[in-house]
């Protein structure tokens, strides 16, 4: 296995190769990044036609874009679509003009708060066409006449979106969904692809207890063709996690599932809150990324967020400054160390039931027990034994067991690993 | 509509009105005063027999009094009912009588601590005479005899109470419950009375949701004749509210039903608690007013009362001093104001059901949505939709996606309206 | 009845005679124990062949013991068995030898970090001989050939336990349970039996509600025997208390049950914190006293341990300094004052139902309230006659009440009696 060191720099680089592409909710920018993404992991690549009902909602049009600019009476382009996949509105339809800056101004986007930044903005389901630039850059254009283009085709095509699935013990999954659907910004989402994908590699390694899906669509509309699609297989969605903002330097932050108390909750705070990481644990909203779907009221996943710096929570978010130097490869290596660390929990997770829950059982005569008596040093793992003795009746999980006892989760499962092989507890 | 300014006047002399009156659980003055409210409201005036039996109690006879007072050996009146309905003992029986000093202080009743004030003392139900006056006037009375003289009567007659309705667009009833049967005590309860009357002239200004009930009666006794009354009635007695103590310059008290929990206390505990107003949420106690009726265990309505500072938590309580003085216009305003926005959550709060319960319907297509995508800067009444959305299950109230959101109780439910004119939620 | 003065000194000399004998989980330690405590109470005596099967236990041999000791070349015994009875492991099997210091180490136990200290140590089950001795003496000894002997015997025979009961009005059971089974240590378990001893004494005096079974059995392997035995009894038994560490001068500290709010903890915790005591109330854990076994998941019966400085919590613990300096008489007068006020607060805690559940009774009329109305300083015992009319719906008992009035507990059965007596509430 690659070093640490190793995986950090693998994974940065996979969002340097993914950051130049210009990708949008369908289009071939997508397919460019699956492309790239397959060459780690290997994907199932969906192609959904357009016009297709999805859930309340129809797959759009597929949009491609060859290039994009506004120049001005010399020729000269101001504003290039070649520089950077964030200067056209998402979805612009097809325009060559030639007006003059007054009347230029109504398709411009700027942040006038952030001068230098690009905003990144979008018209998905509303015809238009626009362009994104700084505030700097549009102070510095003289009025008069400006050539505009947008080479864009706007087609019936299709949504792509891809998974990988690492096979378990049980049929029962869980799922790990990125969006795969913004241009040039590396925070949102090229590091959480990033870290997904190395993530998949990461469990691969000795069979998992569940059966890990991977979820790469794009934002929204894709996360509803995955659900309108896989109806059934959602009763086997045990636990989930959307990954978002996995690169940035701030904090980790979880944003708990709609139902507030799922599995998946309760592993990540536990994982977070027994780690030495500053951390935040936030209640669901209704906001944010995919699981606005995956915890609409009729699915009601256990499916919970982690990001570092949440969804909108940082100045940098949805502009150009979301770059390259915005993450690190240290951030995305802390974001994927945490993931493994859930689903370890999440995957020895599990109630028992003790077969002897009248009085203790003799441990001594099992060998699980120190023979000498009166010592009150007792040692971390029999009381893990204990504990699990003591709560396995079929209420408490062995995540239960570990906060309800402060006892390490790894020192519980060990404990009732022995006490399973002794014939003790039943699963 | 009158300006605020002039309600507050208004209330103010209605309480200036009702003051002189003495008022007891039965009688002449109890049907002056209703009398008087009436000319603000209509009543339906009810009359029940003495004799009469309401739940455990029985409906005593009725008490009149034209004159009561102590005279010097000169004939000068030391203590007079004619200045103040307090200084007669409630329900005091006749007695035309001359006595020392020594014989009659059994039957006198101050308050050492404040030697100025004159208590207020009542004996409804053992039979007994007595006065009520200032520690100072007794401690200026020399020995010698005194003429003393309650000129009441008390035989068989009515008990009276009062209801006013404001009729809503369903049956289900909201009660407002007012004692009446306090003689000269301007905040315990004519300010009660006054905004009472206030809110029931301002609610039918336009039909609300709920019909509304407000209850004029005796304290206790009053109650109890209601209840025993209207046993049917009470499965449509949804919330209520007991009003008293409503004028004086402390900040307001809400008192929780005995449930606790009931929609009525989590209206005022959200109302009071984001509004910039300081107060008291205070846990239910089985004394006070007549919430201890509502309240009973056989009743349990989630009936919660309202008051500035609470039962017998001030030293005016039950004394001279509670007076014109006590109570001020601006503070019986404020307390009406909160009635007002408290009727206005609870008429407008219901739980939906998301008719496009998986996924988030595609509000853009309908209009509810902006198309411009990738700003941070989602709009409240957006936010609100999604909230609505996500929580309309059957078993989340507006009340409960305004609190869990955070988001202004009516921008919830304007969304919900929105919602509900799309055909996305059902009521 | 002896003063408490007096009480205090006979639990202390109880704890003086029991202490110098040499106790283990079987043997005539245990019968001499026994017979001390059943000059105080009666007491039944169980004997229980080796071999017996308890749950998944079986009753072992039983072990005794004349004489152990070490002696040097010179015939100066230099670890004596005599000294006391901390310096053999318990159950240490016969041994009559002479081996170099170097080779007799390895069945040397000593508290290097408590180098004046003699350690207890046991070795029940694995079959073993041994010294336990301070680390100064051990340091004290030069090399050279020692004299090691034993005499003891483990042979087939019998586990002993005891019962006492205090006959209560109905058959439902309180168990209060000691350990008899260690050998020179006052607190740990000297002071918990005396403490026994002394409120089943207190207890009979007035027949009680309740049905209270003492047990003075070995630990785990008693506590499992008398299960065992009892399983049809078991379920009659509705509360129960673990005794342990009653004796030393720290604050009391009471461990929950498993259930955590069975009704002998909020009876713990509402006597404790009602008190002026520094107390502790902690969570329960599956390690420490035979709670273990009352609370173990097939039993799981609603039973905490009271202590002072809980098990494993002070220095001396399970070592020669927990001797007879180390417990106090204040500190057992003190416990046993606490557990005399708990089981008062349990023997009368009651569910009542209110006979009159809508409106208040005319509590007036049968002579349960003040005549004269209008004072704002009613009495407690009418607030708390309000309070059981409030919460007597069948779901509150009155410790509920107490806790939800913040009346003393003892203000409130009162009242529920006068209640009672009045036929207004029906248990």
Chains 1, 2, 3 share one sequence.
């Not at 780690?275 to 936030?282: A, G």
Request: hydrophobic residues 35%; aromatic residues 10%.
């Amino acid at each position: 296995m690659a070093s640490v060191t190793a995986i950090e720099e693998q994974m940065y680089e996979l969002v340097e190769r993914m950051y130049p592409l210009c990708r949008s909710i369908t289009g071939d920018g997508v397919r460019a990044t699956l492309a790239i993404v397959g060459e780690y992991i290997p994907l199932d690549v969906h192609e959904v036609p357009t016009g297709t009902q999805v859930l309340d909602w129809t797959v759009p049009q597929e949009w491609n874009i060859r290039d994009a600019y506004i120049a001005d009476a010399s020729g000269r382009r101001v504003v290039d679509f070649a520089e950077s996949s964030l200067h056209v509105l998402g979805y612009s339809v097809p325009v060559s003009a030639t007006m003059p800056l007054s009347e230029l101004r109504a398709h411009l986007h700027t942040l006038p708060d952030r001068p230098k930044w690009v905003p990144y903005r979008t018209s998905y389901y509303k015809p238009d066409w626009g362009f994104c630039l700084a505030q700097e850059t549009l102070d510095a254009l003289p009025d008069g006449e400006y050539q505009v283009r947008v080479d864009s085709t706007l087609e019936d095509g299709h949504l792509t979106y891809a998974e990988h699935v690492v096979p378990g013990q049980v049929p029962d999954e869980v799922i790990v969904s990125c969006h795969v659907c913004h241009p040039s910004l590396a925070n949102d989402n090229l590091a959480g692809i990033a870290v997904a994908t190395y993530l998949a590699r990461a469990l691969v390694k000795h069979t998992p207890y569940y059966t890990y899906r991977f979820i790469f669509a794009p934002g929204t509309i894709g996360a509803i063709t995955w659900l309108a699609r896989n109806k059934e297989r959602v009763e086997h969605v045990k636990h989930g996690l959307v990954l978002a903002c996995a690169g940035d330097r701030g904090d980790l932050t979880y944003k708990r599932s709609r139902r507030g108390d799922a599995e998946i909750d309760r592993v990540l705070r536990h994982v977070l809150s027994t780690s030495e990481r500053p951390h935040q644990v936030k209640e669901f909203t209704p906001y944010g990324y995919d699981e606005r779907q995956y915890c609409s009221p009729g699915f009601d996943l256990g499916v919970g967020s982690l990001t570092r710096t949440p969804y909108a929570g940082y100045p940098e978010y949805h502009t150009s400054a979301d770059n390259l130097d915005f993450v690190s490869p240290e951030a995305m290596a802390d974001t994927l160390a945490v993931c493994r660390e859930a689903f370890a929990v999440l995957d020895r997770n599990r109630r028992y039931l003790n077969q002897s829950p009248y009085g203790e059982p003799q441990l001594g005569r099992r060998g699980l027990y120190d023979a000498l008596g009166g010592r009150s040093d007792t040692k971390q793992a029999q009381m893990a034994m204990l504990w699990v003795l003591n709560l396995s009746d079929g209420e408490h999980s062995l995540l239960d067991v570990a906060e309800r006892s402060g006892l390490p989760f790894d020192t519980v499962a060990d404990a009732a690993d022995a006490l399973h092989g002794a014939g003790l507890v039943k699963a």
